[in-house]
Structure formats: structure tokens, C-alpha cells
């Protein structure tokens, strides 16, 4: 994989643009029968892929964190020159299977401020592995905690200690029986049955084939947020992690539970005059001491730990000035920023708001380099989504391991998938099923405007149906999805179930 394929500031304009991927059902788990009514607890809430692809996490609204593993990669233990006969494919997508579930949170009550606290897992992160044992951090609206999953062999017991043959023998040993004193006065029975004193006989516990995978929570950070913590991020430094919530971004130590040091406090004085909160934090993938976070008015702050103890300014803000004249009630709603996701070589800033997908390289912050209209179709339904709240819905995106690519989802179990790289036309819609083509929205084949370095790049847009005429379904929604880090793999979640997808 070229590092700089995802470099899109640098790359040339003779450049071709790699040709659209052609994307395919892989799996599906949990898949839900025809009327099937879906439970609460059920749906899935978080996915996460570690740095290796080779296991996927999903967290739900019940607090359980389902755990999967690859199935098709080489083992080392294998003979190459026996898969080289058998004509093995190295590029046979992705495969996973299910490995263990654990119950990560419990639903808690908040006495002091009269509050009930869920068991909703909204985020989960892996963390660095050690001694084959897998680790991640798990979150709901309070409480972090930090997970060990590990195989372990299953014993048991082979031989106890009931031996029957000694059942006689206790007149003669009693007749025999020689008692001895003690300095103390005491005394001590020191005479020996006959045919002497039999060893002690122990259970005998031996190890089997059997493993079975326990998860044990090792950490619990509790007590650091106010209000619901919305991000967990991982450090690349392997010992530290930042939690975010409304107002405060907290910097804890993996080994430390009870401290954490506040970075950033976005609270006001006088609560009135609050105007923008915290949506989301992530730390750079490689530099230790940059991290970046989103707000609801629409911009990115890029801060660096090497300035002071708090953060009070950033080094580089991200923002889109509002066009002159296009300013609403819904303006500010539709800008806050969902979700952002830094590209694997740091680079490039993925952002999501209710409208749009932006790209923004970090070294630029007149603008982003790419916009990726999403939504642009329900501009006129904006009163109607306000009214039952769909508005509000908080869209994921992510990236693919290259930078080619982007991801997000959208309504109907629809998501979309668009071209990032310069002068790629690429927008993909697809569904959330095993015919992920079957509500496939026609592009037309509209070459990007340039403004400056910028690309503005419409998707597909529809008035409100796609083109078999099927109407948008706002009660199912796509919002949460991962990209495999280093193949071309979405996994992403429909209510309950669990969708893969390969190109």
C-alpha cells in the first residue's frame, strides 16, 4: 500500500483516478427474519476494527460488546508449499466469525443527581495487544472501562482423593496406638498403623485442549464527566487515551484509574452564554501530542499537549465561512459535526455533518480540500426532520485504509461510498442487505468543480425516492460503519444486524 496514495494535495492532476469498486455482499450477523420485531437492547451501537483487521468489534444499546475474528488469514503454522497447491488466493476478502461476547455495562442510577444512567455502549477502541490477550476500552454515558479478552485452558479435576481400601483396619491401628508427651504437657499419638502411614492423596487437576476465552475488566475510569462522554481515543503512544464529553476533554493514563488531567474546558462561566459543545475527539494516528476535536458550529480545533497543561487555544482551526445571505434557523443544526476521523497517514481530516462529508488537509485551513454532498436531497424537508427529530441523527464516516475513500451512512439502510481522490467522480450508494446493489441510486457522470485546491463533489442526489421509486425511510437509519484497515471492507450496522461488504 503507497502512503501517499491518500495525499491528495500532492498528487498531480494527470493523475487518473483508480476505477469505481465494485462492492459485494460478504456476510451478515444477526440477520433478523421478515417481521421480525427488533428489541432495543439488540441494536448495535459501535464497530470498531483493530489496527490489523483481523478482529471487529460491536458494541449495543444492551451494553454487551460482541467481539469477531478473521477466519481466512494465513496461519503461521501453516505450509506454504501446501497452500501454494491448493492455488490459495491471497486476495480472497475478509472473513470473520463470531469469537465471544461480554456484558460491559450494566444499567446504573445516578442517586445524587436523579438520574438514570444507560447501558448503551457509544464507543469502542482497541488498544495495543500483549501475550496473545486482546484489549479495548469500552464507554456508555459515564463510565470507561478497560477490557482484557484472553484464552485460557480449561481444567479439571482427573483424580480425587476417596481412596475405599482403607475402610479396615481401624481396631488393630487403635490397638497399636503409642501415645508420646509434649514439653508442654500435651501429647501426640506417634504410633504407625500397620504396614505403615499411606501418602496423602490430592485431586489431581490437569489442563485439556479446551480453551475458553474470558474477558476481564481490568480498569474502570469512572467519575470524570458530567455530561455524556460522546468519544474515546486512543494514543499512539500505547499508554495514554483522551474521553470527551459536552463541555471537557480528559487525558488519562491506561494504568491510572482514579486521576485524569482536564486538557480542554469549553465550559462558560455563566451557562448562558454557552454556544458551542464538544462532538467529538480523536488523537493523531502517529504524533502523540496532536489531537483534534469537533463542535457544533461546524469547526475542528487542532491542539497540541506540548503548548501548556490546558489547552485553552488551538493551533489551527478548521471552519467553512457561511455564504453571505444563505444563513437559516437551521444553519448551526445541520453544520455540527457528527464525527471525525483522521486518515491513516495523518494527513487529512475526515468530517461529517447532517449535510455533507468534508476532507480537510491539515496543512490547509482556508477550507476543506474535498466536500461530499450527502444529504443535500432533504434541504427542503429540513422543517419535517426538525419536527421528529431526525435532524439530530449523529452519521459516522470513516476511511479507507489508502485515503482513496470515504464512507458514511444515510437513511433507508442506505449508505454511501464516494471517490476522494482527485477528479474521481466515484459515488457509490448501497444498501444494508444481502443485495447491497439493489436500491443502487444512478450517478451522473458529473466531473468535479475545482475552486482552487478545493473539490466540491456532488453525490447522487434524489428528491426523496430512489430510482425504483422506493421511498426514503427515516426510521431506519445507517449510522454506524468501519472501514478494514488495509482492505477494501465495510462493516456496518442495521439495527441489529451486522453487515460486511468486499469490493
Known amino acids: 500500500m503507497n502512503p501517499k496514495a491518500a495525499d491528495v494535495a500532492e498528487c498531480g492532476p494527470s493523475d487518473s483516478p483508480p476505477p469505481p469498486l465494485d462492492w459485494r455482499f460478504s456476510q451478515v450477523f444477526g440477520e433478523r427474519t421478515a417481521g421480525e420485531e427488533v428489541q432495543e437492547v439488540d441494536i448495535i451501537s459501535a464497530i470498531e476494527f483493530d489496527k490489523s483487521g483481523d478482529h471487529l468489534a460491536t458494541g449495543d444499546r444492551g451494553g454487551r460488546v460482541v467481539l469477531f475474528e478473521r477466519t481466512d488469514n494465513i496461519r503461521d503454522n501453516e505450509d506454504r508449499r501446501e497452500l501454494e497447491s491448493q492455488d490459495y488466493s491471497a486476495n480472497k476478502h475478509p472473513e470473520f466469525r463470531y469469537k465471544t461476547e461480554f456484558q460491559s455495562h450494566e444499567p446504573e442510577f445516578d442517586y445524587l443527581k436523579s438520574l438514570e444512567i444507560e447501558e448503551k455502549i457509544n464507543k469502542i477502541r482497541w488498544c495495543q495487544t500483549a501475550n496473545n490477550a486482546l484489549f479495548l476500552l469500552s464507554t456508555n454515558d459515564k463510565t470507561i472501562k478497560y477490557w482484557k479478552v484472553q484464552e485460557k485452558k480449561v481444567k479439571r479435576v482427573a483424580v480425587m482423593n476417596m481412596d475405599t481400601t482403607q475402610n479396615g483396619g ?12 509434649l514439653p508442654n504437657g500435651g501429647s501426640y499419638d506417634s504410633s504407625f498403623p500397620p504396614g505403615g502411614l499411606p501418602s496423602l492423596r490430592l485431586p489431581v487437576v490437569v489442563a485439556s485442549q479446551e480453551s475458553n476465552l474470558v474477558a476481564r475488566c481490568r480498569r474502570v475510569y469512572a467519575h470524570a464527566h458530567d ?43 455563566n451557562m448562558e452564554d454557552l454556544t458551542e459543545v464538544i462532538t467529538c475527539a480523536e488523537f493523531h494516528p502517529t504524533h502523540c501530542n496532536t489531537l483534534a476535536y469537533s463542535s457544533s458550529k461546524g469547526s475542528i480545533r487542532l491542539l497540541d499537549l506540548r503548548q501548556s497543561a490546558l489547552l485553552d487555544n488551538h493551533s489551527k482551526l478548521f471552519e ?31 468530517s461529517r455533518d447532517y449535510m455533507t462529508l468534508k476532507l480537510w488537509d491539515i496543512n490547509m485551513d482556508s477550507g476543506p480540500v474535498a466536500t461530499f454532498q450527502v444529504h443535500e436531497y432533504l434541504r427542503p424537508k429540513l422543517c419535517d426532520l426538525y ?27 442506505l449508505f454511501r461510498v464516494f471517490g476522494s481522490y482527485p477528479g474521481s467522480t466515484e459515488a457509490t450508494t448501497l444498501e444494508a442487505s444481502r443485495n447491497p446493489m439493489r436500491r443502487q441510486v444512478q450517478n451522473s457522470a458529473r466531473p468535479a468543480r475545482s475552486l482552487m485546491n478545493r473539490v466540491v463533489r456532488r453525490g447522487a442526489e434524489s428528491p426523496g425516492a430512489d430510482v425504483n421509486g422506493n421511498a426514503y425511510d427515516f426510521t431506519t437509519k445507517l449510522l454506524h460503519l468501519a472501514w478494514h484497515p488495509t482492505e477494501n471492507s465495510i462493516a456496518c450496522a442495521a439495527a441489529n444486524s451486522l453487515y460486511m461488504y468486499y469490493a
Open 387 to 413: 419536527e421528529n427529530d431526525s435532524i439530530f441523527d449523529k452519521f459516522e464516516c470513516c476511511l479507507s485504509g489508502d485515503g482513496l475513500r470515504v464512507a458514511t451512512g444515510s437513511y433507508s439502510n
Open 320 to 350: 467553512e465561512h457561511e455564504i453571505p445571505g444563505t444563513r437559516s434557523f437551521f444553519t448551526e443544526i445541520i453544520a455540527s459535526i457528527s464525527d471525525i476521523k483522521f486518515a491513516r497517514d495523518g494527513r487529512h481530516i475526515l
Open 227 to 269: 455530561y455524556h462522554i460522546n468519544s474515546v481515543s486512543n494514543n499512539s503512544d500505547g499508554e495514554t487515551f483522551i474521553s470527551a464529553d459536552d463541555l471537557r476533554i480528559n487525558l488519562w493514563n491506561l494504568e491510572i484509574s482514579n486521576q485524569s488531567f482536564n486538557i480542554v474546558d469549553v465550559k462558560p462561566a
Open 170 to 181: 481401624g481396631g488393630a491401628a487403635s490397638s497399636s496406638r503409642t501415645m508420646s508427651s
